[in-house]
């Protein structure tokens, strides 16, 4: 994969960032640049020529850039291109190329269908980033990553996939419970599980949020609508047993059993993230 920003990453240390540097990762049109992939479905679905074991159950994924079911498509939402992801068979849409020191941005909304085995729990998706590795590498179904929750009640949450690994400041409720970011909370170093956004930001369902990714460096913010409510420093993934920086990589929008639209999705480098941000 190519580290397309190399070059733009120089050219932010002598010039100013402006609206001509935001690169578009959906031309409105189909899924130009992107891959899909899709794992096992669940024995719900019905695919055509997927074999299934005597209890049901699909015994191998469906893939990439196969998608039987329709499970990736640009439809018109709200009189603009989305992209649509329906999120009956779990996996993601990756970039083909991969990415480091930006800002990415985007528009998402929720649709109303829900599959098994999450028909009935809260819709539930994810940008991930600095994606990396094997296909399938969590659960048979996406890339080792950082997770940018999108999922109702919790935009903006971070969720370690495939064991990569953080540093944040927060408070934690006992011993195991997950930590609360906070800007001036206790240190916690070599954090692999769920990390709570702080403050939810996040709009009503039916409407359309905007979910900012800062990445520069080993350090991340989360933003939605407007508002920061994460920080992470320390993006690190073990290899071989030793931890070593992962900050760059590619992008995946997850499909994970709700439907969703995501729309405007563009990307521009970035030398530094706004101290304001930091604050």
Known sequence: MRSVFALFATMALVAPVSAADWRPLFNGKDLTGWDTWLGKPHKSAEVPGLKKNDKGEYTTVIGANKDPLGNYSVVMVDGKPAIKITGQVFGAITSKDEFENYHLRLQVKWGEKKWPPREKAVRDNGLL????????????????????????????????????????????????????????????????????????????????????????????????????????TGLRQKVDGKEVPLTKGQIQLQSE??????????????????????K
């Open 129 to 232: 980033y600095h994606c990396v590795g094997p296909e399938g590498a969590h659960g048979g179904f996406w890339k080792k990553s950082f997770e940018c929750q999108i999922q109702e009640g919790d935009f903006g949450d971070f969720f370690s996939v495939a064991g990569v690994i953080v540093d944040v400041t927060g408070e934690r409720k006992g011993a195991k419970g997950p930590i609360l970011f906070k800007k001036d909370g206790q240190k916690f170093t070599g954090v692999t599980s769920r990390i709570i956004k702080n403050p939810l930001a996040e709009k009503p369902h039916g409407e359309w949020n905007t979910v900012e990714l800062y990445a520069v460096g080993d350090t991340a913010v989360h933003v939605v609508n407007g508002v920061p409510n994460m920080i992470l």
């Open 257 to 278: 059993g709700a439907e969703v639209y995501y729309r405007a999705v563009e990307i521009r480098p970035l030398d530094k993230i706004p101290a304001e941000l930091l």
